[in-house]
Structures are given as C-alpha cells and as structure tokens.
DNA sequence: TCCTTATTGAAAATGATTTTCAATATCAGG
DNA sequence: CCTGATATTGAAAATCATTTTCAATAAGGA
C-alpha cells in the first residue's frame, strides 16, 4: 500500500513509520476542524487502540516542525491543531460548530507595507485569522 | 490623590479599590510589553509585597473583562497581556525585545468583505497580529 | 466607628504538557 | 528472512499554568 504523503514526508525526515504515527497522520490530514490533543488521542484510538496520548503530543510536535500542521488560536484556548495552510491562505473558523475554511490574503502586502513605513518596523509575519458563522450555522439560525 | 482611569472604571463597576488591584493596574496600564502573569506578580510586588499570584490571575480576568486589557498571542505561548487596543487597532510585536507597536487596520473591511462573499461565512470577529523587528533592534542588529 | 461582604493569600486541586525510563518495534545490513 | 542497533513507544512521575477552596482581612456604606 501507498503511503499518505505526510509519512512519506516523516520518513524522507528520518522518522521511522509506526503504527501510532499512521493513525495520528490519518485523523490530521483528513480533519477540517481544529482538534485538540485529547480529542486526536480519541478519534486516533479507535485505528491503534494501544495508542497513548504522550505519543501524539511527540506526532504532534513532528508534523507542527514539518510545516504540516499549524496551532489555533481561539479565544476559548490555543491548544488545537489543523492542516497547515498552504501557500499565503489564513483561517476562518465558525464559531459555532468549529469547521475551518481556508481564504487568499494577498492583499494584505500592501496594508504591511504601509504599515511598516509608518511605525519604522520591519515587518516578517503576520496572523490573520476570522471568525464567524459557517454557511451551515447561518441557516440553523435564521 | 486621584484614581488611575482604569480604577475608575472598576469601581463604576462595583469592584473596591484595593492595594492589590492598584498595584497590578499600575504595572498593567504603563507597559508597552506584553507581559506574562508572574512577570506582572514580580513587578507589581515591588509596589505591595504582600501580593498573591492569585489576585494578580484575577485581576487580569477583571481587566479582561472589562475590555482594559487583552491576551497575546505568540508562537512562543499564550499566556501575556497587554493594554486593549482602541478601536479597530491591531498589535505589532517585535520578536528581539518583545516591545508592542499598534496600528490601525480600517483597510481590512474590504479584504473581509470579499471573503464573506466568496466563503459564504458570516463573518463577525478578526484577528491580525503582526511580527518584526522594532527601530533599535533593526539599527542594532545592522 | 461598626458591620456586611467583597477581597485576599496560602494551600490544595486541576488540567495540560514534558520528562524519564524500561520495553518494544522499525528497518538497515547480513 | 533473520538480526541487531536504535528510534519509538506507553506508563508513571514531574513540571508548569491556572483554578478552586477557605478562613482571615480589609473596603466602604450606614
């Protein structure tokens, strides 16, 4: 069998592939929700039941190094994680049901350089994250 | 002796005045950094020795809560506060000394706008931050 | 000044994350 | 396909940040 690009990735890295990992690569890949460490422990159990969750904080901290995963922000905690956006893409997370889209923020350049002319800063990173209602919740509510 | 604006407000608000909180919202109300719960405990001690790191955690959720003071994010963690931005003011940070710089961010209301209509979110909160280096620590690393 | 009650600090409890360590599994080499 | 070096694992303990509990104290209205 084939292997999901992230191991492949992993192991070009020289990790070695393991059940644990497998399972862990096999939830964050696929999720479209910011999940916490608890909840990938659950969800990665039911494929490795022998998992234990020190393993993923390890597969965690792997995939966050490798540029595959990146932590979210939220008012209610900063201890989630979801697939890395590719590229110049920011996040946008439904306060209701927690689902994340992806959005362009190009235009942003301008708004950085202007603002590093006026505050004499150089400017390296930026965080641009929204937050709303999903199409979804939007309609549950109306 | 007249009562920083901050204690004002507080006490508008039904919270008494104590040494504690003067001592905090001395620290909290000049500093240009962020700064983390025990840092705030070592300083506003200085001022009232007999401090709890107890009441230093609460007070900050007082602050919080009264729209005086805001968590910063950082990669490195997020357990610092800082004075609120007015307005629609957004944070810059400088990664060498950790000193803050605030922006105003108007020009997003077009870029948010068009996501809106692409995404189909309702969109309601934004979070942009921004990293770099500060005047002196350019001109020092130079 | 007195009295009610918000506030305090210390200690204990909680929750998240990291470290330690002996057992186990991966995979390169034979 | 076996074998051995060693990366990886899970459990338990340690650590760190934060919250809760509680009896003593202090703020401020009467």
């Given at each position: 069998m084939s292997e999901h690009p992230w191991l492949v990735q992993l192991n070009e890295q020289g990790y070695r592939l393991t059940e644990a990992r497998r399972a862990v690569v096999e939830i964050m890949a696929h999720s479209t929700y910011a999940l916490t460490p608890i909840e990938?422990?659950?969800e990665a159990r039911e494929a490795h039941p022998?998992?234990?969750l020190?393993?993923?904080y390890?597969?965690?901290e792997?995939?966050?190094?490798q540029g595959l995963i990146q932590r979210v922000h939220q008012p209610?905690?900063?201890q989630a994680f979801i697939t890395a956006p590719a590229g110049h893409q920011h996040l946008l997370l439904c306060k209701q049901c927690g689902e994340a889209a992806l959005f362009e923020g190009d235009d942003l350049e301008t708004l950085i350089k202007s603002i590093a002319r006026k505050t004499g800063y150089q400017i390296s990173?930026?965080?641009l994250q929204l937050?709303?209602?999903c199409p979804n919740c939007r309609m549950a509510q109306a």
């Open positions: 990938i422990f659950d022998a998992l234990g020190v393993t993923v390890r597969t965690l792997a995939l966050e190094g209610q905690g900063c990173e930026h965080w937050f709303g209602l």
